[in-house]
């Protein structure tokens, strides 16, 4: 088993069924035969994103881990062009660029990708850490996720956090808003949106219903 790291790079949850990972308990599991079948490939991404692999010769039904080393030769090499090609067509197809090192953000994440399709989508070129989740059909936006300071959110204090921002009706905005973990919309229109703390202030099982909420909403033109 090989660890494989994509640095600068995180996964978009909603390509990795339709590329052919399927889930199995807690990971994403790929496989796919290279070589003209005499090898199988398999790739395990896990909840916090690690990356394994692994290359089985079908023959023998033994790991091969040459083309992990620095052995030379012509075959050595065939089995490690496809495996870096496999490996880079899934980083293609399955991984985006983005700043976020949070793991409610990634929890967020895989849950819009698995439920609605939906990947962050980093819009502004000078703000890497804002990004956005549209619906599909409609193409409206039901979450603005964001890195802010403390201070602009109403606190005494200069450190960066992040925030979800989401849509509800008028009456539930004023229910949610307590001042500690649920907030006026930041940057949005406070009279539909609100923000939430990404600090663990509020936990992942109360957000997913809300971002389901906000997700209802954008269906309306």
Request: one cysteine or more.
């Amino acid at each position: 088993m090989a660890k494989v790291n994509f640095d600068g790079s995180r996964i978009n949850y909603g390509n990795l069924a339709a590329y052919g990972f399927m889930r199995q308990d807690d990971f994403y599991v790929y496989r796919t035969d290279i070589l003209s079948g005499q090898f199988e490939m398999c790739v395990k991404i896990g909840q916090n994103g690690e990356i394994d692999t692994h290359v089985t010769d079908k023959t023998l039904g033994d790991e091969y881990i040459l083309h992990l080393t620095d052995s030379e030769g012509t075959f050595v090499g065939a089995v490690r062009e496809e495996y870096e090609r496999v490996l880079s067509d899934i980083r293609k197809n399955c991984y985006i660029g983005g700043n976020f090192e949070n793991i409610l953000i990634s929890r967020i994440e895989e849950y819009a990708g698995e439920k609605y399709g939906s990947c962050l989508e980093f819009l502004w070129e000078k703000s890497p850490d804002s990004a956005i989740l549209r619906r599909k059909d409609s193409g409206k936006w039901y979450a603005v996720i964001m890195t802010v300071g403390m201070d602009k959110l109403g606190f005494n204090s200069n450190s960066k956090i992040c925030v979800i921002n989401l849509h509800a009706l008028p009456e539930r905005v004023s229910e949610i808003i307590d001042g500690v973990g649920y907030l006026p919309g930041y940057h949005m229109n406070k009279k539909s949106w609100y923000t939430i703390r990404l600090d663990g202030s509020v936990g992942i099982g109360e957000i997913l219903p809300l971002i389901d909420e906000s997700y209802a909403l954008a269906l309306k033109k």
